[in-house]
């Protein structure tokens, strides 16, 4: 199950490829389609592999990219806490 998810705002993308060169879990491909400016923006391939780690986030140039953790540590109910 994936630790992560990529979100890519394919208009601000200019098809430098770093998010996919530098993604260590290789979750990333230039797509064949084209944003309106005549690139063609990243998608997931893997999306399953994504480790929320956002590298690509962090080498990408145009903030086209970022990543989230999806597994974050369960809080406490707040609601079970005041029954005692
Ligand atoms: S968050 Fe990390 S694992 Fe996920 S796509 Fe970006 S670089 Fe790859
Ligand atoms: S690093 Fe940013 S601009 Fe470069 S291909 Fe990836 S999303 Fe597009």
Same mark, same amino acid.
């Given at each position: 199950?994936?630790?992560g998810r990529v979100s890519i705002v394919v208009e601000r993308c200019k098809?430098?490829?770093f998010c996919v060169e530098f993604c260590p879990s290789h979750v990333l491909a230039l797509s064949s389609t084209f944003n309106s400016k005549g690139y063609h *923006? *990243?998608?997931a391939v893997h999306p399953e592999k994504c480790s929320g780690c956002d590298l690509c986030g962090m080498y990408c140039p145009d903030f086209a990219i970022c990543a989230t953790k999806t597994d974050a540590p369960k809080k406490a109910d707040p609601a079970k806490e005041g029954d005692k």
């Open positions: 199950m994936a630790k098809a430098c490829g *923006p *990243p998608h």
